[in-house]
Each structure stands twice: as structure tokens, then as C-alpha cells.
Nanobody, 124 residues
Framework: QVQLVESGGGLVQAGGSLRLSCIAS????????MGWFRQAPGKEREFVAA????????YYADSVKGRFTISRDNAENTVYLQMNSLKPEDTAVYYC?????????????????WGQGTQVTVSS
């Protein structure tokens, strides 16, 4: 069992930056692919970024490529999402997710564990 807890959300002006963190319980964090997803009010959940469990491969949605960076610190059991040049359309609840031995899928259904989410609001 893995528990994920996100933090770092908040209110920021357009063009600003935020860094989200997701800390995982357990001693096998390095064996999990980690993903970030988001859901805006009235919209479907969508993929944001993911990081494979090995080789450190990263994947991004086209809408955030070049602005967001996903990274992990296995010693701290933490995955980060650095978000720069934020836009009002980035406003959503952001969730981290973990998939055992995953490659970093953009499909939420393959992930085994989810956090409770953290709200990001970007004002124009």
C-alpha cells in the first residue's frame, strides 16, 4: 500500500510559478512510475506529466511542454512538478499517481495509487 500526499498548490498570477510536491509512503518508491494529472471544474481528468520508474524518462502533455518539469528524489520519496509561465487554463486540482514498474503512461487507469489532490488557481 502506498499513500500519496500532494502539496504546493495555491493562487498565482498568470506568468508565475509554483512547485508541487507529492510525498509517498513506503520503502519502494523508486519502483514506481509517477504521474501528474489534473482536473478542472466540469472537465475530464487529463494527463500532465509522468516519469518512468527506471531510466528517468519523462513525458508531457503538449499543453505543458516547455513550461512544466517533472522530477523525483527517490531518497526523499518525493516527486515534483515545477510549473512555470502559468496560464489561467492551468487552473485545476492536480493529482499525483503511482504505477508499479510503470513506464510513465498518460492513461490514468493504469495507475495504482492516487493522492487527494492540491488546488492550483491561476488568475489573469
Amino acid at each position: 500500500q502506498v499513500q500519496l500526499v500532494e502539496s504546493g498548490g495555491g493562487l498565482v498570477q498568470a506568468g508565475g510559478s509554483l512547485r508541487l510536491s507529492c510525498i509517498a509512503s513506503g520503502r519502494t518508491f523508486s519502483g514506481y512510475a509517477m504521474g501528474w494529472f489534473r482536473q478542472a471544474p466540469g472537465k475530464e481528468r487529463e494527463f500532465v506529466a509522468a516519469l518512468s520508474w527506471s531510466a528517468g524518462r519523462t513525458y508531457y502533455a503538449d499543453s505543458v511542454k516547455g513550461r512544466f518539469t517533472i522530477s523525483r528524489d527517490n531518497a526523499e520519496n518525493t516527486v515534483y512538478l515545477q510549473m512555470n509561465s502559468l496560464k489561467p487554463e492551468d487552473t485545476a486540482v492536480y493529482y499525483c499517481a503511482a504505477e508499479w514498474r510503470g513506464w510513465g503512461s498518460n492513461q490514468g487507469d493504469v495507475y495504482d495509487y492516487w493522492g487527494q489532490g492540491t488546488q492550483v488557481t491561476v488568475s489573469s
